[in-house]
């Protein structure tokens, strides 16, 4: 379904049909590190592991975000983990694309099904949507590496390159 790597550690996340996300050493595969189960986590759509720290996960459902705080040596040694935040969605507006910013500690999320983008703070659980009179919903987000842009893409031919000082867009169309 949906994969993300952990930015430091070789750890995979693997997000399986029966709604987990498998955690897996790279290097033993035969031996997996555990699973991360929810009530709310279902119909998993996209994963992203924070790059400041590496020990949050924030998982992409049909109903809205869980994050996961990642404790590496707590797995290891089968220690249980659980989330630290669910963040809701309409369940008609499944999560499509999940971004980190890579020197702060918001996470920005998309759905095709609504015309904004979602930024969560997640030291203070506060969110705050961003729009400027998109006309269509948005399918993939992605940071710059500084953290000062976010290039979000419609469901169509164009993008957007937002400034994440002031939050206004640049209209990129498709080649």
């Known amino acids: 379904r949906c994969v993300a790597w952990h930015p430091y550690l070789s750890l995979v996340a693997l997000a399986v049909s029966d709604h ?3 955690l897996q050493n790279i290097n033993t595969a035969d031996c997996p590190l555990g699973s991360l189960r929810h009530r ?27 994050v996961w705080l990642i404790e590496y040596s707590a797995l290891v040694q089968g220690t249980s983990t659980h989330p630290t935040k669910w963040y809701p969605h ?3 507006c499944p999560i499509l694309s ?12 998309c759905s095709s099904a ?4 979602l930024l969560i703070d997640t030291p203070t659980g506060l969110s705050q949507p961003v729009s400027r009179m998109l006309t269509r919903g948005i399918c993939l987000l ?5 953290g000062s842009k976010l290039l979000t893409a419609s469901c169509g031919p164009s993008f957007r390159v ?7 867009p640049e209209l990129w169309d498709g080649m």
């Open 20 to 22: 987990t996300v498998q």
């Open 40 to 66: 709310y986590q279902r119909n998993i759509t996209c994963l992203h592991f924070s790059k400041v720290t590496g020990t949050q996960l924030a998982v992409g459902c049909t109903g809205g975000i869980l």
């Open 90 to 92: 309409a369940p008609s």
């Open 98 to 109: 999940l971004a980190w910013s890579p020197k702060q500690t918001l996470l920005a999320s």
């Open 114 to 117: 609504t015309k904004h983008i």
């Open 142 to 146: 992605e940071w710059s590496p500084d």
């Open 162 to 168: 937002w400034s994440a000082d002031t939050w206004t």
